[in-house]
């Protein structure tokens, strides 16, 4: 099981769906055309989403799209 903690450096590929959030709204989406490295803002609590950094903004990624790039705790 993965599990991220803010700060994490994060593999994201391409084609997974970004979301920009306005309060509790979705505001607007974006799919990656290419695989990033991001980080890790909000870790994931109860909900499947990640929040991550991406071009100086925090975005949310679902969490089955997000790929550990470091040493998983077991």
Not at 42 to 62: F, H, I, S
Request: glycine share 10%; net charge negative; hydrophobic share 35%.
């Amino acid at each position: 099981m993965l599990k991220l903690k803010n700060g994490d450096l994060v593999h994201v590929p391409s084609s997974a769906t970004l979301t920009l959030k306005n309060g509790s709204y979705d505001a607007s989406f974006m799919r990656l055309l290419e695989p990033k490295k991001l980080l890790v803002t909000e870790a994931p609590g109860k909900g499947n989403r990640v929040g991550v950094l991406y071009d100086g903004v925090v975005w949310y990624v679902d969490k089955k799209d997000v790929y550990s790039l470091g040493e998983e705790d077991e």
